[in-house]
């Protein structure tokens, strides 16, 4: 096959329907991005937060919060900003925000959060909990937000660490069904490429779209998100270099799309990289 770009356009997405799993500012965000580069984003909420069944503790977590309890609050991921966001938390300006990755650092800034502190080299729990227990050596009151499934390994950590930690349930994880429209659209091929950007969408995207054509691209947003999305049966087909939504673009723009006006490129399918573990 030949893989040379015969016409390279100046936007790289030009012609690409994408299919954005999140929607809420962050999927604004993403699909502004992909115009920008010439794609036809399509926002199809796959996930969405429903409520934690302890409200109070939540509540009275977030009033806290706003009264300056707490020196660092953890975000783990991009739902529990759309918490933050829907209950207008307030975080003064004594408390330091930690984000897990540049995915949730771009998910706060996108409705007005600051970023203090992201991991430098391993964006996950573990890798937060050690950057703030080398940065904070002294014991702190620090506030974990977290999902009903996520594992507690960044509120272990922080407190072997002897820090003051109180851990939260912000939501529930649920799966959102697609439009019938958008269902046939990827069974069809008619959508090009799927963004993966978390195991609980990777999980949405294997049991929503079962009949996923061979010429669709999944694309994940990391190696981390890579192997989730493979424990939950889903092959993926390029990996983002870094967790950011820039780099899972980019990953997407090396991949060609055939035209049927293209006599240069006669192709049946997008060219297929090498797959990245």
């Given amino acids: 096959m030949n893989t040379a770009h015969q016409h390279v356009p100046a936007k790289p997405l030009t012609g690409w ?50 009264s300056g309890v707490f020196d660092w609050l953890t975000v783990t991921s991009a739902t529990t900003v759309d918490v933050l966001y ?20 771009a998910a706060l800034q996108a409705v007005g959060y600051r970023v203090d502190l992201v991991p430098e080299r ?19 009151d620090i506030l974990t937000l977290r999902s009903e499934i996520a594992k507690p390994v960044l509120t272990e950590m922080l407190a072997a660490a ?10 529930r994880t649920v799966g959102v069904p697609v439009t019938d429209r958008i269902a046939e659209d990827v ?14 969408v990777a999980q949405q995207v294997h049991e929503q779209f ?35 939504v820039a780099a899972l673009i980019d990953a997407v723009a090396r991949f060609s799309l055939p035209h049927a006006a293209d006599e240069f490129a006669p192709r049946t399918g997008v060219l297929r990289l090498p797959r990245q573990d």
Avoid: C
């Avoid at 010439?38 to 009275?60: C, Y």
């Avoid at 002897?162 to 939501?171: D, E, I, N």
């Fill in 187 to 200: 069974r069809s091929g008619r959508i090009n490429a799927i963004l993966v950007t978390s195991g609980s």
């Fill in 17 to 66: 329907r994408v299919l954005v799993p999140r929607g809420g500012p962050w999927g604004d965000g993403v699909a502004a991005t992909l115009r920008s580069q010439g794609a036809t984003p399509v926002i199809a909420p796959l996930i969405n937060f429903a409520p934690t069944e302890d409200i109070a503790a939540l509540e009275k977590s977030l009033a806290d919060l706003a």
């Fill in 162 to 171: 002897g820090h003051r930690v109180r851990s939260v349930v912000a939501y």
């Fill in 86 to 105: 829907a209950y207008r938390a307030v975080v003064p300006a004594t408390t330091k925000i930690a984000a897990v990755g540049e995915t949730t650092a």
């Fill in 210 to 244: 079962p009949d996923v054509p061979e010429t669709t691209l999944i694309a994940a947003i990391g190696p981390r998100t890579a192997k989730d999305a493979e424990r939950a049966g889903l092959e993926v087909d390029v990996v983002a270099e870094t967790q950011t």
């Fill in 122 to 140: 391993d964006n996950s729990a573990a890798g937060m909990a050690e950057q703030l227990i080398a940065l904070e050596p002294e014991a702190r």
